[in-house]
């Protein structure tokens, strides 16, 4: 049974930086892709970042810059790291593990999300 398991989010401050985590099981963790997507109150789900099982990395271009998707293999985890936060950053985050190795496209499992609040 695949498990996804975020921890990291929640309030700050415009222009800080959270470490948004995301623990796995049940799977072969190397040989997934992982993705962060995000959610806004009425929006669309949206994918934020993306890392293949190759390690490659892709971002949204409203994060590039900003955040930094990595993976530790080792631990099973992958993480967001996201500065210079921006008040469009709030929505609640979500892992995604991609069976077929891109990290992109939303398929597989995802997480029970964590909300990322960015406000003075």
């Known amino acids: 049974q695949v498990q996804l398991v975020e921890s990291g989010g929640g309030l700050v401050q415009p222009g800080g930086s959270l470490r948004l985590s995301c623990k796995a099981s049940?799977?072969?963790?190397?040989?997934?892709?992982l993705g962060w997507h995000r959610q806004a109150p009425g929006k669309q789900r949206e994918l934020v970042a993306g890392?293949?099982?190759?390690?490659?990395?892709n971002y949204a271009d409203s994060v590039k810059g900003r955040f930094t998707i990595s993976r530790d293999n080792a631990k099973n985890t992958v993480y967001l790291q996201m500065n210079s936060l921006k008040p469009e950053d709030t929505a609640v985050y979500y892992c995604?593990?991609?069976?077929?190795?891109?990290?992109?496209?939303?398929?597989?499992?995802w997480g029970q999300g964590t909300q990322v609040t960015v406000s003075s």
């Open positions: 995604n593990a991609d069976p077929t190795g891109m990290g992109t496209g939303g398929f597989g499992s």
């Open positions: 049940g799977i072969i963790f190397s040989f997934y892709g």
């Open positions: 890392i293949t099982s190759s390690s490659r990395t």
